[in-house]
Every structure is written in C-alpha cells, then in structure tokens.
Nanobody, 120 residues
Framework: QVQLVESGGGLVQAGGSLRLSCAAS????????MTWYRQAPGKQRELVAG???????NYVDSVKGRFTISRDNAKNTVYLQMNSLKPEDMAVYYC??????????????WGQGTQVTVSS
C-alpha cells in the first residue's frame, strides 16, 4: 500500500515563508511526476507546481518567483518552499504523485492535505 503524507502547513503572516513536505511510503517501485495542488474555500482545486522525475519544473503564474518545488528521490519526498506568502495563497495544499507500486501498475496517489493560513 502506498501513502503520501504532507507536513509543514500552518499559520504565517503575509510576507512570510513556509516549507511543505510530502513523503511517499509503502511498496513503491518508481515515482514519476510529483505535483502540488491547492484548494481555497469555494474554489476549484488548482495546480500550483509540478516536478518530473528528472527535475523539470512548472508553476502556475501566480506563484512564479515566490514558490520553489524540489524533490529528494532518495527519500521519495517532494517539497514546496513558499516565500513572500500572500493572503490569496491561503488554502489546503495537497500533493499528488504518479507512482508505480510493486504489486500494481502506475496510478496517481493523493495526500490528505495540509492547511496554509496567511494572515494579512
């Protein structure tokens, strides 16, 4: 069984920083693209940033220059460094990973989400 566990959310003042982590565990054969999404109350879930297994990254325009996604393949972990946070960044952040489990083929797995609250 494969699990994704996020951590690092919390309350921060506008202009502050947070670092989110998402660790994959279980019977993992390989991990492909890892992605961060967020969902604010009353809004659709949106893609924030993604990183391929080879380290190619992409970002939604609203976070470019402020957020950095990275991964540690040895630890099966993806990170999201969030700087210069704004109130509009406030949301539940979810990670998603394209994973090949040992006993089954490739599929997407989601974490449980971590709350990011930005006070103005």
């Amino acid at each position: 069984q494969v699990q994704l566990v996020e951590s690092g959310g919390g309350l921060v003042q506008a202009g502050g920083s947070l670092r989110l982590s998402c660790a994959a565990s279980g019977s993992i054969s390989s991990i492909g693209t890892m992605t961060w999404y967020r969902q604010a109350p009353g809004k659709q879930r949106e893609l924030v940033a993604g990183i391929t297994s080879g380290g190619i990254t992409n970002y939604v325009d609203s976070v470019k220059g402020r957020f950095t996604i990275s991964r540690d393949n040895a630890k099966n972990t993806v990170y999201l460094q969030m700087n210069s946070l704004k109130p509009e960044d406030m949301a539940v952040y979810y990670c998603k990973a394209w994973i090949a489990a040992v006993t089954r083929g490739w599929r997407d797995y989601w974490g449980q989400g971590t709350q990011v609250t930005v006070s103005s």
